[in-house]
């Protein structure tokens, strides 16, 4: 399961062609703000210009999510204000087309078009590289759902990035890997996203040079289950993650790699080798385990142990001893008792993540999670997660304070709030606030931590 993102994310296409305005809404996780990139890129090309405000689109694309309870009814809740608003533009003699893009478009289908008639595509995220044609097929009059998985490689149907033009970002994500194979009991992903599918090489590595070109120095690879990543060498043979993390790595101007989401079962000598080796991967790493109760990690289907996932993270601490922990958790899982829930708290303690992602489990319809018995009260839930929580936010916080004091390298990415303050990256992906003095956006430079607060850390330049 991809690492979800709290809230949502405006991202618009690249101006070119007419004065045709696209305003695409993206929600979840980084694979879709990633997609919504894409699919910018592909509406540049056909002639929409970016807005950042709905009421001046000709094309407003909601970008979804499907992991989290009531996915589908906050989509349609924004559908029916989107449907006021196109019947109000329509008065006025105004157009406005309407489309539903990514997992809860592949997961609705059909039933998107049923209950909301003023809806003209629906796309899923394997098939957002036909989205142009969708649109000229919607112009025409026809309604359109376009959800069967691509035969073709949508990657090699996207508009390259112009090279020479700064991005926004000094850093950004590349795609490497789509789909899982894993069919945990609780999760939609396999049957939104599809199997597992790596991206070539050569694709990879043609996207990552033109970040660099465009003045990117961090790359985030992306995958619902990144280190599941499997492609051929230059020389034929079998890479695997940590192959491809070593030859990125040595691309001029990549400062920096990290990746996410990660799945215990495949990681591998090669990957743990790169984190020993490569200076450029941070120490930070996305490690998902739900649970810490061997009978319920047995009933989310996610074939290790508790003790086996523990021994993991031994391994690789022994090779990486600076690296931070990240991790996913679900409460209340069908059958889940006081006592399974107090083995999650102690795998916790043993653990102690620098960051992390708790949720209430629920029901996904077409998962065999939703078909089991014994579904955890609400109210159950609702306190076991306050309990986690609590925990996680005092071991992160612990972290932040450990910080204080340290000297470190960070990536400037953008103005702080004050006159002269900058914020970068800690290699732990915390946020950093400093005075920027000569630097500028996209320089590295090295700080002192000087405070820990519950978001950020302060420090002064050396």
């Known amino acids: 399961m991809t690492q979800e993102t709290t809230g949502t994310t405006d991202m618009t296409a690249s101006a070119t062609g007419n004065q045709r305005k696209v305003f695409i809404k993206t929600y979840g996780c980084q694979m879709n703000v990633y997609d919504s990139e894409r699919m910018g890129e592909a509406l540049a090309s056909d002639g929409y210009q970016p807005t950042e405000t709905m009421d001046d689109a000709d094309l407003v694309l909601l970008n979804t ?123 939609v992903v396999p049957y939104t996203r599809g199997a597992e599918v790596s991206r070539s090489l050569n694709q990879i590595v043609d996207e990552a040079h033109r970040l660099v070109e465009n003045g990117v120095s961090e790359i985030t690879l992306l995958g619902q289950n990144v280190n599941a990543w499997h492609g051929n060498g230059p020389d034929g043979t079998e890479w695997g993650l940590g192959d491809l993390l070593f030859h990125l790595a040595a691309i001029d101007g990549i400062k920096r790699l990290r990746y996410t989401t990660s799945h215990p079962r495949d990681m591998d000598d090669r990957l743990m080798a790169a984190h020993r080796d490569l200076p450029a991967l941070m120490p930070y790493l996305h490690l998902p385990v739900q649970s810490g109760s061997d009978r319920i990690l047995k009933a989310m289907n996610r074939k290790h142990t508790a003790e086996e996932y523990l021994a993991l993270i031994g391994r690789i601490r022994a090779v990486r001893p600076d690296i931070a922990m990240s991790g996913d958790f679900i409460v209340g899982f069908p059958g889940e008792t006081e006592e399974d829930f107090q083995a999650t708290l102690d795998l916790v303690e043993k653990v102690r993540y620098a960051q992390a992602f708790s949720f209430k489990y629920s029901t996904r319809p077409g998962t065999p999670g939703a078909e089991l018995e014994d579904q955890v009260p609400e109210d159950v839930k609702t306190e076991r997660l306050a309990r986690l929580q609590a925990l996680l936010t005092r071991h992160q916080r612990e972290f932040a304070a450990s910080c204080v004091g340290r000297e470190m390298d960070i990536l400037l990415e953008k103005p702080g709030r004050e006159d002269g303050q900058l914020i970068g990256r800690s290699p732990w992906l915390q946020s950093v606030v400093v005075l920027g003095g000569d630097a500028a956006i996209g320089d590295m430079v090295r700080v002192r931590i000087t405070a820990a607060g519950p978001n950020s850390l302060a420090a002064e330049r050396l």
Do not use: W
Not at 114 to 120: G, I, K, M, N, Q
Not at 157 to 183: I, M
């Open 65 to 187: 999510c499907h992991i989290r309870e009531k996915a589908a009814e906050k989509v349609y809740s924004a559908l029916g204000r989107l449907r006021d608003m196109k019947r109000e533009r329509a008065r006025e003699g105004r157009e406005m087309l309407i489309g539903v893009a990514g997992c809860v478009a592949q997961a609705e289908g059909e039933e998107i078009l049923r209950r909301v008639p003023d809806v003209s595509v629906v796309i899923g995220p394997q098939t957002y590289h036909r989205l142009p044609e969708a649109l000229r097929r919607a112009k025409a009059g026809e309604r359109v759902v376009d959800t069967d998985y691509a035969v073709e490689d949508k990657f090699d149907y996207l508009p390259k990035k112009e090279r020479g033009n700064r991005p926004k970002n000094v850093s950004a994500f590349l795609t490497v890997q789509e789909g899982c194979d894993k069919f945990c009991t609780f999760c």
